[in-house]
């Protein structure tokens, strides 16, 4: 195939990538919220004793 027989593919995403977790947790709703959001707490839950881990 000759450079002037390639076509270049584009691709296009419209659709918006999501993530939904559902699972019942017997504890007050702010707990938990709070366990998933404050890097305080997230660090005690997430991952190993060795586990490195960035804010977004």
């Known amino acids: ?5 390639r076509k ?10 999501s ?3 559902k699972r019942f ?3 007050p709703r702010d707990r ?5 959001t404050d890097p305080v707490q ?3 839950w ?3 004793k060795r586990f490195e ?4």
């Open 1 to 5: 195939m000759t450079c002037e027989e």
């Open 8 to 17: 270049i593919m584009t691709t296009k995403t419209t659709e918006k990538t």
């Open 19 to 21: 993530l939904e977790i």
């Open 25 to 27: 947790i017997n504890a």
């Open 32 to 36: 938990v919220y709070a366990a998933w």
């Open 42 to 44: 997230l660090k005690e």
């Open 46 to 48: 997430w991952g190993r």
């Open 53 to 56: 881990r960035s804010r977004s």
